[in-house]
């Protein structure tokens, strides 16, 4: 929410932005102004995006395209993109939000038919829960993940309902657009920058993970130095393409959590519950630095879903817990178990949900408790 005060400072800058636009002949709708607050909070952000019809290749070859977006602004700016896109003059576009996905939103994607499914992977998920068969959507030939962090299972298992499509990870911002885009040399989590884009990384560790910095150079705008709240690194070597990459792991202190040296990441924690799927359907975990004696150890609980009545039993929770720790990799070398071994982690906690996990937008499995 922004203050009058913020609202004094921008507004001035957007009048401004207009005024030049219109000196140079533009139309008033080839412009998209988007004020934010940001990701790491602070000053808002005014973006000045700017289309003037021809210049999104995104929809350019798809003949009806599903998106996906519990955003309205996203929502918004898809449907401006696509209107400011060259597309076939029988080109459809359907918009969805989070509330809209029930056996109504099932019936209606059949009828609809898309060949391109756009989306956040919570809402992919969500979608193939309602239930929809994805041999019902025989025409989709493309899909494009954005909007949150995916897991490798995920993608994993939209390649296997749909083999024959193409399928990108994306990598963008909603204060400031595309940043990334995956490629099939590329191993998951890992993108190129898009055009006029260059990615810096703040504060890296002895790795080179530290906060993703993104400077953009816009027509109209310029982005400097927008510092992501993302986790990250620069990769040293190009990809077989040519092109250079950079790998994102995450939200600072939820998808990754460093911790007592450790590095907690999401997509560990997603690997190791698929292998333990027998026990429960889903997870979130906490990680806390607690007082012991004079001094301080990491400490981590899992809050599990059970499958059926078999972790009711306290020496099968106990199993579960310990097959956790033992596969669970912490460092690139030293797994829970392993760091719990050197008194650095106490053991780890294992405690059963009473109740589902509430359906979210975004989920949040992994994240750092500040005591």
Avoid: W
Wanted: proline letters at 6%; hydrophobic letters at 40%.
């Amino acid at each position: 929410m922004h203050t009058k005060e913020d609202l004094q400072n921008v507004l001035p800058m957007a009048n401004e932005a207009l005024l030049a636009a219109y000196a140079a002949g533009e139309q008033a709708d080839h412009f998209v102004f988007h004020l934010s607050s940001g990701t790491s909070g602070g000053i808002p952000l005014l973006r000045v995006a700017h289309h003037p019809g021809g210049v999104l290749p995104r929809f350019r070859n798809a003949r009806r395209t599903a998106v996906f977006a519990g955003s309205r602004m996203i929502r918004l700016n898809n449907a401006f993109y696509f209107l400011r896109t060259d597309t076939p003059p029988e080109a459809s576009l359907l918009l969805l939000d989070f509330a809209d996905l029930d056996s109504r939103a099932a019936e209606l994607l059949r009828d609809f038919d898309p060949d391109y499914l756009i989306g956040s992977p919570s809402f992919l998920a969500h979608l193939f829960r309602l239930p929809l068969d994805p041999s019902v959507l025989p025409s989709v030939s493309r899909i494009t993940l954005m909007g949150e962090r995916s897991s490798k299972n995920f993608s994993d298992f939209l390649k296997s309902c749909f083999p024959d499509a193409l399928l990108e990870n994306s990598y963008a911002l909603a204060e400031i657009g595309g940043v990334g885009i995956s490629c099939r040399y590329l191993p998951f989590g890992q993108f190129h920058p898009v055009r006029n884009v260059s990615i810096t990384v703040a504060d890296p560790d002895a790795e080179g993970v530290g906060e993703l910095v993104v400077s953009k150079k816009g027509e109209h705008s310029d982005v400097r130095e927008y510092r992501t709240g993302d986790c990250g690194r620069s990769l040293p070597a190009h990809c077989v393409c040519g092109s250079p990459a950079f790998e994102v792991f995450g939200r600072i202190g939820y998808d990754y959590v460093k911790i007592a040296g450790a590095q907690l990441r999401t997509e560990e924690f997603e690997r190791v519950a698929s292998e333990l799927d027998l026990y429960f359907s889903d997870f979130r975990a906490e990680a806390r630095m607690v007082k012991v004696g004079k001094g301080e150890r990491a400490s981590l609980r899992l809050i599990v879903a059970p499958r059926g009545s078999l972790l009711q039993d306290p020496e099968i929770q106990a199993l579960v817990a310990g097959e956790f720790a033992r596969r669970l990799f912490v460092t690139p070398s030293k797994t829970l178990e392993n760091l719990v071994a050197e008194g650095i982690f106490l053991p780890l906690r294992l405690k059963l949900a009473h109740t589902p996990f509430p359906a979210e937008n975004k989920a949040v499995k992994l994240r750092f408790i500040h005591d």
